[in-house]
């Protein structure tokens, strides 16, 4: 079982950056895909980017274009650069193996997430 730990959330005021950090244990880091979630308040989680064991990687509409997500496997750490942060990029940030199904993630193998706000 790959145990996941997020961080670098925090509060930022709009247009400004964060770069979020996810580093996993476990041997089966590298190849899997892996991916990056969001939760706002009162809203279901959204898949926000992903990543291949290859590198290849895709993003949500809403952040294309601001955010790139990268992975440095002899680190076993995925990460998350946001720029030109919005106010309603406002939520916990997770990452995870990236499937088709991921809603269907078990619950004990999300990690505790780490809170991005954006305000003024």
């Known amino acids: 079982q790959v145990q996941l730990v997020e961080s670098g959330g925090g509060l930022v005021q709009p247009g400004g950056s964060l770069r979020l950090s996810c580093a996993a244990t476990?041997?089966?880091?590298?190849?899997?895909?892996m991916g990056w979630y969001r939760q706002a308040p009162g809203k279901q989680r959204e898949l926000v980017a992903t990543?291949?064991?290859?590198?290849?990687?895709n993003y949500a509409d809403s952040v294309k274009g601001r955010f790139t997500i990268s992975r440095d496997n002899a680190k076993n750490t995925v990460y998350l650069q946001m720029n030109s942060l919005k106010p309603e990029d406002t939520a916990v940030y997770y990452c995870?193996?990236?499937?088709?199904?991921?809603?269907?993630?078990?619950?004990?193998?999300w990690g505790q997430g780490t809170q991005v706000t954006v305000s003024s």
């Open positions: 476990g041997s089966s880091f590298k190849i899997n895909a």
């Open positions: 995870n193996k990236y499937i088709i199904n991921w809603r269907f993630l078990s619950n004990n193998s």
């Open positions: 990543i291949t064991s290859s590198d290849s990687t």
